[in-house]
């Protein structure tokens, strides 16, 4: 059975032309990229290229990229710099919807004496700007607001917010791990301190991230060690993987306007289709100002789980949110600090496209789901 593979949130498939500019790197040109000799200077020139094309992509110099291992690593970096750098303030502000990279590690510092300040969200999962300048204090270490939500694609107002903080001297960061490669993205203009990237989002391997962080920015390191990074992330670096990530984001920013146009298109006739022919379900989040390739959307009476066992079944692969949650017997997050009913959130599953998905797949899911959906309702023990 041909998987049909619509959890793009989650994770990506390796582009072909990713793959191939690593593979050199993995076994040929193998060298440490802190050698002295030529056989390492090859493989430190290839990362220095990765880097200017990460930069390229979000609008930032070369030297403002730092690699990391992953989004989430980014995440801690940032947060746990702007503390250590601003140790007179102990005030984090973040929202309710965040990553669990971001809001675990709050409540990790709230235990260790740290003030945590979790915005709430409307219904349709937008950031309410008036809450925000309203807890704006000198006690404010770092502002963390996502760029876009994982599990809804939400787009959040960070260029305002970046203003605001710029205007105050607070430092600010953006999760941007879902809508880098998937928005243009330009760090200037949303006035952010540091932005997070992770390269399994964007088509390039697990395992390798990069934080961008703003020139004269404070900043103190996570991994202390060697020199690599110019002393900003200590460790040998993931050379192919680095090398993998900047392939995929010059394919980001060549293709992006083309790209996001197409996954318009089919995410808007994938969630038609589910509106049009599965009674009592709706969709999760503002739908006029989010990612291009998500949906968010409840089908009342039965369970979400339920939904994703059986489009397995057909080699329909989705989920019911962020993947760094799957396994937790509790709700989503995300949905609850929405207000979302409990029992709409238990039927909730989270569609997410790539480029690599077309036409015929998206007529296969609409073809297939809305009898999953009668089937469970009519053993559903959750009742109409």
Excluded: W
């Amino acid at each position: 059975m041909q998987e049909i593979y619509i959890d793009n949130n989650a994770t990506t498939a390796v582009a072909q032309e990713v793959f191939d500019e690593m593979t050199p790197y993995l076994r040929q040109l193998y060298g440490n990229p802190s050698s002295s000799y030529s056989f390492g200077a090859i493989v430190r020139s290839k990362l220095e290229e990765a880097r200017a094309k990460v930069a390229a992509l979000i609008g930032a110099e070369a030297d403002e990229i730092v690699f990391t291992s992953c989004g989430t690593e980014s995440d801690n970096t940032a947060i746990l710099s702007a503390l250590k750098t601003n140790g007179h303030r102990n005030h984090i502000v973040t929202t309710k919807v965040e990553h669990p990279a971001v809001l675990n590690l709050c409540k990790l510092k709230e235990g260790e004496g740290y003030r945590v300040t979790c915005l709430s969200v409307d219904n349709d999962g937008r950031l309410d700007m008036d809450a925000l300048k309203a807890v704006l204090d000198d006690t404010v270490a770092v502002v963390s607001v996502m760029l876009a939500n994982n599990e809804t694609g939400v787009i959040f107002p960070i260029q305002e917010i970046g203003r605001l903080l710029r205007e105050r001297g607070i430092l600010f960061h953006t999760d941007a791990v879902q809508a880098v490669g998937k928005l243009p993205i330009n760090v200037r203009a949303l006035s952010v301190d540091m932005l997070s990237i992770a390269g399994h989002k964007l088509h390039a391997p697990k395992g390798v991230g990069a934080l961008y962080v703003r020139k004269g920015t404070p900043y103190h390191p996570l991994l202390i060690g060697g020199h690599q990074e110019d002393g900003r992330r200590a460790g040998t670096e993931n050379v192919a993987a680095i090398i993998g990530l900047g392939k995929a984001c010059e394919l980001a920013k060549d293709n992006i306007n083309d790209e996001s146009t197409y996954l318009n298109r089919l995410r808007d006739k994938l969630q038609d289709a589910i509106l049009a022919k599965c009674p009592d379900c709706r969709p999760n989040g503002a739908t006029s100002n989010r990612l291009p390739n998500t949906t968010n959307i409840s089908f009342r009476y039965i369970d979400g789980e339920a939904v994703l066992m059986l489009l397995n079944q057909h080699g329909i692969c989705a989920s019911s949110g962020s993947a760094c949650s799957s396994g937790s017997s509790e709700p989503s997050h995300v949905l609850a600090a929405m207000s979302v009913p409990a029992d709409v959130i238990r039927g909730s599953v989270r569609f997410s496209l790539s480029r690599y998905n077309n036409e015929a797949e998206i007529d296969k899911v609409i073809e297939v789901l809305p009898g999953i959906v009668k089937y469970l309702r009519d053993i559903s023990p959750f009742g109409r």
